[in-house]
Nanobody, 127 residues
Framework: QVQLVESGGGSVQAGGSLTLSCAAS????????MGWFRQAPGKEREGVAS????????SYADSVKGRFAISRDNAKNTVSLQMNSLKPEDTAMYYC????????????????????WGQGTQVTVSS
């Protein structure tokens, strides 16, 4: 059974930093995408960043380019999201996600591409 468990959320002032981590269990895939998504109250869940497990290919939403960095540790089966220069508009529940090892299609930042989801971790940025 695949489990994705996020950690590292919290409250921070604008301009601050946080690092989110996602620990995957029951999931092994050498050519899949793992990503971070976020959902603010009343808004759609949106892709923030993704990373391909088979290479160094990464994708970022325009709103976080230059501020966020996604990384992975295949040996530990974890994916992290370093978030710098945080803004109040970054406030949301952040979710870790992974694609099906049997295959997937679509943009790496499209939520419909992902089969497995964590429970989320809250990030709150105050002005």
């Amino acid at each position: 059974q695949v489990q994705l468990v996020e950690s590292g959320g919290g409250s921070v002032q604008a301009g601050g930093s946080l690092t989110l981590s996602c620990a995957a269990s029951g999931y092994t895939c050498s050519r899949c995408y793992m990503g971070w998504f976020r959902q603010a109250p009343g808004k759609e869940r949106e892709g923030v960043a993704s990373i391909y497990t088979g290479s160094v290919y990464v994708s970022y939403a325009d709103s976080v380019k230059g501020r966020f960095a996604i990384s992975r540790d295949n040996a530990k089966n974890t994916v992290s999201l370093q978030m710098n220069s945080l803004k109040p508009e970054d406030t949301a529940m952040y979710y870790c996600a992974a694609t099906d090892p049997r295959g997937s299609s679509g943009s790496p930042l499209w939520k419909g591409r992902y089969n497995y989801w964590g429970q989320g971790t809250q990030v709150t940025v105050s002005s």
